[in-house]
Nanobody, 119 residues
Framework: QVQLVESGGGLVQPGGSLRLSCAASGIIFSGYAMGWYRRAPGKQRELVATITSSGSTNYADSVKGRFTISRDNAKNTVYLQMNSLKPEDTAVYYC?????????????WGQGTQVTVSS
């Protein structure tokens, strides 16, 4: 059974920082690209950051320079360090694990963790 469990969300003031964690089980973690997505109230889910199995990263323009995604394959965990947080970063943040092999795709999601940026 595959599980992705996010943690680290909460309430933070503008300009503050949070670090999200996503612990994976039931998959060979090192073989998956991992990502963070978010859904703000009334909006569609959007990509925040991804990291490939080899460590290449990609970021949404809105978070470049403020957020950093990283992974620890020994701990089966992916992180999202969020600095200089803005009210518009308020959303539910979801962890994703994705693997494409030929015509086969495996895609898993966590339950989400709420991040609220407010004074």
């Amino acid at each position: 059974q595959v599980q992705l469990v996010e943690s680290g969300g909460g309430l933070v003031q503008p300009g503050g920082s949070l670090r999200l964690s996503c612990a994976a089980s039931g998959i060979i973690f090192s073989g998956y690209a991992m990502g963070w997505y978010r859904r703000a109230p009334g909006k569609q889910r959007e990509l925040v950051a991804t990291i490939t199995s080899s460590g290449s990263t990609n970021y949404a323009d809105s978070v470049k320079g403020r957020f950093t995604i990283s992974r620890d394959n020994a701990k089966n965990t992916v992180y999202l360090q969020m600095n200089s947080l803005k009210p518009e970063d308020t959303a539910v943040y979801y962890c994703n694990a994705n693997q494409v092999r030929g015509f086969s795709t495996r895609d898993f999601w966590g339950q989400g963790t709420q991040v609220t940026v407010s004074s």
